[in-house]
């Protein structure tokens, strides 16, 4: 069923980037429609202590600051639906989106589905995701308290995660599958950490499997990559930080061009190849993964739907 | 007198871009220097209700905004100058910036000066400058409680701060040289308040004097573009909101490459011709002039200034 109405804009996603938008169409009487498949707010709600947004100088939580964004958007009218959308296609000069609550046309189209957290796909992953495994130290560190854990990364996340989650673990062992990209300052801390006994970083070592007992966690196997040798690491729980995975699966029948990783190609006005869809934030290519940039990026993009909507370039 | 310190990071300006960015780099331990030669909080200090600033439901005062960026560079160690950069150039493989306080030598640069008000250049403008001539409702408007006033200007600035005016004015006669720019739910409210009689809107109309009387503002002559007639508006102030001018004249010695109106050139990396200047913000070519649009930027121009610093891209 294809329903008849024709919407000024369908948001792909309900995070920062997609809500800041929202608040700039509705401002403007564009009407605006969200789909969102999981969580309103999207990563940052997901994130404990958000230090460097703009505009709260003592910083504020995740989840108070994705609150923040839904309230804002819907109180100048925007529609956040809850289902997924599984296709963009062109039809005459609108555009045809396939979902879960049916066919919808739309005049415009604002892709802002994010990306997620990345997998390390190995045995005892999937069975022991969310009592075990966890990608989001904030929503499951809590539950480590005076517990022994592994994190598994390099990057910036995996140690900025491990120095949060000594709030709570006894211990931390942190495996390296090569060398450390965290930046200098993390690295800084790390070592601190490290003089306290807090946490160990296992360079050159692979993650092989999880292996729990009786519907828990036990340990995590590795191997040194120098001498091969197996290493055994207890643990209670497992935190993989090895990077993000764009949102794009959706796409993969539409024309619309995306990069090496998946993410979705734009030129400066975030336009993407197709005419009259946009995408903004960390589903963007070039974008930071920072909600900085995912809120700017929507402002601008809201700008650039109003213009097409308008049909003219504004002028102030 | 040439200072031998240098710099990590020195932005020129410090409104919104240039605090966000500092946030950012003074988080990583990256030596930041700001230079501000009027208001900190650059125009977001000067405006009223930020509405669509994201992250803040019911909106914030901009001087609130303003204070809290401020607050929150300074706490991560961002240090603030009152002063002006005369020019940048190149010294060798470093920058040289000519200062108020003497040259300066930085590994970086963030041109972040934003836009200024433009001005109509009319007999009266500047000899009623500050007391009967404004370019901020926000600043001044409540000085004309009851008074009559004259608005010009026809984009979306002019209408809404026409609207923001009726707050105070008796009646308000706006100017607008050619035809109303301003977007269709501005024109809509606008028109609110035509039918109630507080604005009246006079097209094709050329603004040519601001006339005084015993040192304030007595009235505005006009021309009737289609008839050449003359017309007199009484007024006891008038506000000019006629477009923005880009703060880059002391980019005129310098290398730095502009655009048509002044504003600085970038490529998607923020960087502008000389490696190692970077520019965010009002002032950014493509830019969106918006607070969002210039944090967002102040974020991503940060984080590629770490990456030039560090000499490699980041990876997470």
Chains 1, 2 share one sequence.
């Not at 809850?82 to 739309?106: F, P």
């Not at 930080?241 to 030129?267: H, M, Q, W, Y």
Request: one cysteine or more; charged letters at 25%; proline letters at 2%.
């Amino acid at each position: 069923m294809t329903e008849t109405k024709v919407h000024d804009v369908i948001m792909v996603g309900a995070g920062p980037a997609a809500l800041a938008a929202a608040v700039y169409t509705t401002r403007e009487d564009i009407e605006t429609l969200l789909f969102e498949r999981g969580v309103v707010g999207g990563l940052a709600a997901v994130t404990d202590m958000v230090d460097n947004y703009p505009g709260f100088p003592d910083g504020i939580e995740g989840l108070t600051l994705a609150e923040n964004l839904r309230k804002q958007a819907e109180r100048f009218g925007a529609v956040i639906e809850l289902g997924e959308v599984t296709n963009i296609a062109k039809e005459g000069k609108l555009l045809k989106l396939e979902t879960t609550s049916g066919d919808m046309l739309a005049k415009t189209v604002l892709i802002a589905t994010g990306s997620d957290y990345k997998k390390i796909g190995v045995p005892g992953e999937q069975e022991y995701y969310a009592r075990g495994v966890h990608y989001c130290a904030t929503c499951d560190g809590a539950f480590y308290r005076d517990k022994r854990l592994v994190v598994v990364g390099g990057g910036n996340s995996a140690v900025q995660e491990s120095l949060f989650l000594t709030r709570y673990a006894t211990h931390i062992d942190l495996l390296v599958r090569s060398e450390l990209r965290a930046s200098e300052v993390l690295q800084h801390d790390l070592q601190k950490m490290v003089d306290a006994g807090k946490i160990t970083v296992h360079l050159q070592t692979a993650t092989n499997e999880i292996v729990g007992e009786d519907n828990h966690v036990v340990k995590v196997v590795g191997t040194d990559n120098a001498s091969g040798k197996k290493i055994e690491f207890p643990a209670d729980g497992v935190f993989v930080f090895v990077g993000l995975k764009p949102n794009t699966e959706f796409l993969k029948n539409s024309a619309i061009e995306l990069d090496e990783i998946g993410l979705v190609k734009t030129n400066e006005d975030l336009e993407t190849n197709i005419t009259g869809v946009f995408a903004a934030g960390d589903v963007r290519s070039g974008s930071t993964m920072q909600i900085a940039t995912a809120t700017g990026e929507g402002a601008t993009a809201a700008l650039r739907i109003r213009e097409y909507l308008e049909g003219h370039k504004q002028t102030s």
